[in-house]
């Protein structure tokens, strides 16, 4: 299985990533794994210009936005990763989500939007500084999740699992019983 690892932090090793790890290194036997730190590609903004319905393709000059739709578009599964930012994904990841809607997305003649990825799986993690609960009774990790999933349903994807480290501001430790929840999602991932 080809598992695509979107990690929307600007910390390639900080709570999100070790999060992520933790979903995926129980499966680095067996499945072919990549991992990309969507802080460091370059990509240009999206125009909403609305060419890409048409063209079912970003217009843009080729960057690394069209070259991770790619990926994306290849992989039989993602796990996506983003720190909590005003109850939202990291700008970054929604940029690079932006600029592929056509890889998530068609459209019917009719305007109705037609799923891409259908039927393939997707796990996604938060991390977020309001600590628990108020990172649910607030709409904090809560929304990040909400916005990434919206984007994932509309693409055809299965979100097998959604994981969330409140409370960062005073602990970055993943706690056993999390990093324990992140392995079984791993499993449950490839298992489907």
């Not at 609305?50 to 063209?55: D, G, L, P, S, Y």
């Not at 005003?86 to 305007?111: A, I, Y």
């Not at 999740?145 to 994981?163: D, P, W």
């Amino acid at each position: 299985m080809k598992i695509l690892v979107l990690n929307g932090s600007p910390r390639p090793n900080g709570t999100v990533a070790s999060l992520l790890k933790a979903v995926t290194e129980p499966l680095s036997t067996g499945h072919d794994i990549e991992w990309i730190d969507v802080c460091g590609l370059h990509m240009k903004f999206c125009t909403a210009c609305m060419a890409c319905r048409e063209k079912e393709t970003c217009i843009l000059p080729e960057d690394d936005a069209h070259r991770v739709g790619n990926k994306i578009r290849n992989a039989d599964a993602l796990v996506i990763g983003t720190p909590t930012h005003w109850g939202n994904m990291s700008s970054p990841l929604k940029l690079l989500l932006d600029r592929n809607v056509p890889v998530f997305m068609g459209e019917s003649p009719k305007g109705i939007p037609v799923p891409r990825q259908k039927g393939k799986g997707a796990v996604v993690v938060t991390a977020c500084t309001t600590p628990w609960p108020f990172n649910v009774l607030l709409p904090e990790s809560r929304g990040a999740l909400r916005a990434v999933g919206e984007v994932l349903h509309y693409g055809g994807y299965k979100v097998v699992g959604t994981l969330t480290k409140p409370g960062t501001k005073k602990s970055k430790a993943i706690s056993p019983s999390l990093a324990a929840k992140a392995r079984r999602l791993g499993e449950k991932l490839v298992r489907r």
